[in-house]
């Protein structure tokens, strides 16, 4: 447990009807007792909130507050802590920290409180990421994600994978210990097998972070075509405000428009791009470099096209020209009142294939003037999204940890050498080193495995206060 006591504002900067001050550590009780003179703290009673007047050294009253208190280990950090709820003038919260630094109190540093719950073991480190995740989370599905983390959901996860795969190393490790007696304790045919499961499940898992990670930041959705093709009426139509200037003049958006929009509770970061063409300017030419930048790092291409002005061949060279492998791709016939007999097979049939793919459910006849078939445009995100569920359930484990998954591709790897050396009769002592390896991999995600280096990468993330 550490040795001092820190102290943080932990309400975001800014006026507010209320604010919050938390202090933690040995001392965090004993600091804030003579400045509240309405009660005795350090005979008062945990989990209880009191309310008083809380004093400067000179005995100036600072504010009315409510303190809450809590004692070790039954506490977020496991150490003695309080916490100060005041009104949420910036002057009253500065002059409480300066009230508490100066009776011994430090100012914590970004994620404090959550890396003291960590070493104190009051969360794993997959856990203690998950309330940053949860803090920062924009969406109804990060929400969903960040909680179930919270909660445990990967913890156990890989726990319970560490703790199968142990009981064989064990064992492995005990054949090297009677190396010369030639005896074998672990059954290889059943190792074999609970390699492939658990290779099996942490697939499951890797395959899940596309997904989860899309969630996390935000699906990146280009919105690109032709000048006056109607992208900015979309961008309008999706956002359901006049976010872009819409007009009948060519060219009209020159520079990317970005903004979020929550589609069946995941978070689409919407980027309206200037019309593609031979550009007639300099200013031009920069928009359409700035749309085919945007295509090359987005997740979904939304391509639309005015189904008056636009030509199989045309629309064709254009996908030509947008398309890569990873990026899913939505097309939006659009102004279907002026050519209502426009149909799938006329653009994809099978004289205009190309190398990119459109099946008929991502093909969308739309008037986005009139916000036509929205409906229909948004499910087909929200499916691309999700995999066809439309949604995530609620007890799916969903990777969305950048560094989660890096270490169970690690892991990964590690058996697979694992695999291959059973199936060609490795000896056992690289077997078990390849073993421990892994399980050294999977212990870094909940934190059984750490370094400084780690969990100071880690928590510096963290808002102060948290």
């Known amino acids: 447990m550490s040795q001092d006591t820190i102290i943080a504002v932990a309400t975001p900067p800014g006026e507010g009807a209320i604010g919050i001050v938390r202090l933690s550590g040995p001392d965090a009780i004993q600091l804030i007792n003579p400045f509240f003179p309405s009660r005795d703290?350090?005979?008062a009673r945990a989990r209880q909130a009191y309310f008083g007047t809380l004093r400067d050294a000179e005995g100036e009253e600072i504010d009315e507050v409510v303190?809450?208190?809590?004692?070790?280990?039954?506490?977020?950090?496991?150490?003695?802590?309080v916490e100060i709820s005041c009104h949420g003038s910036p002057y009253i919260l500065q002059r409480i920290v300066q009230l508490g630094g100066d009776a011994g109190a430090r100012p914590a540093?970004?994620?404090?409180?959550?890396?003291?719950?960590?070493?104190?073991?009051?969360?794993?480190?997959?856990?203690?990421?998950?309330?940053?995740?949860?803090?920062?989370s924009r969406s109804a599905a990060a929400h969903r994600i960040a909680l179930g983390q919270l909660r445990g959901g990967v913890s156990n996860e890989i726990g319970d994978l560490r703790a199968r795969l142990i009981d064989f190393a064990s064992l492995i490790e005990l054949e090297l210990d009677f190396a010369e007696e030639d005896v074998e304790f672990a059954d290889r045919g059943q190792l074999s097998e609970l390699v492939a499961e658990i290779r099996s499940r942490i697939g499951t898992l890797t395959t899940s972070f596309r997904l989860g990670n899309a969630i996390k930041e935000g699906v990146s959705t280009v919105i690109a075509g032709r000048p006056n093709a109607g992208k900015s009426t979309l961008l309008n139509a999706l956002l359901n405000e006049d976010r872009a200037i819409v007009s009948n003049i060519p060219g009209t958006t020159r520079d990317t428009i970005e903004e979020a929009v929550n589609i069946g509770g995941i978070r689409f970061r919407l980027v309206d791009t200037a019309g593609i063409r031979d550009a007639s300017d300099a200013i031009e030419a920069m928009g359409v470099e700035r749309t085919l930048q945007q295509v090359a790092v987005g997740h979904v291409l939304v391509y639309v096209f005015d189904v008056v002005e636009t030509s199989p061949e045309t629309l064709a060279?254009?996908?030509?020209?947008?398309?890569?492998?990873?990026?899913?791709?939505?097309?939006?016939?659009?102004?279907?009142?002026?050519?209502?007999?426009?149909?799938?097979v006329h653009y994809f049939g099978p004289e205009y294939a190309g190398k990119w793919q459109v099946p008929p459910e991502r093909f969308v006849p739309m008037i986005a003037s009139e916000r036509s078939n929205l409906q229909y445009l948004q499910d087909t995100l929200l499916n691309i999204v999700t995999d066809g569920r439309g949604g995530i359930d609620a007890q799916e484990i969903i990777l969305s940890n950048a560094r989660h998954y890096d270490a169970l591709?690690?892991?990964?790897?590690?058996?697979?050498?694992?695999?291959?050396?059973?199936?060609?009769?490795?000896?056992?002592?690289?077997?078990?080193?390849?073993?421990?390896?892994?399980l050294r991999d999977l212990g870094e995600i909940t934190g059984e495995i750490t370094t400084d280096d780690l969990l100071g990468n880690i928590f510096s993330n963290f808002c102060i206060g948290k």
């Open 317 to 344: 060279a254009d996908l030509d020209r947008l398309y890569r492998e990873d990026l899913e791709l939505v097309v939006v016939a659009n102004k279907m009142d002026l050519n209502p007999y426009t149909k799938y």
């Open 109 to 136: 540093g970004p994620g404090e409180f959550s890396q003291r719950a960590f070493l104190n073991g009051k969360l794993d480190l997959s856990q203690a990421e998950a309330v940053s995740d949860l803090i920062a």
């Open 41 to 43: 703290l350090l005979r």
């Open 67 to 81: 303190l809450t208190l809590y004692r070790a280990p039954a506490s977020y950090t496991g150490e003695d802590a």
């Open 409 to 438: 591709r690690r892991a990964d790897a590690a058996l697979e050498r694992v695999a291959e050396g059973l199936q060609s009769g490795l000896s056992q002592d690289f077997v078990a080193m390849d073993i421990r390896q892994s």
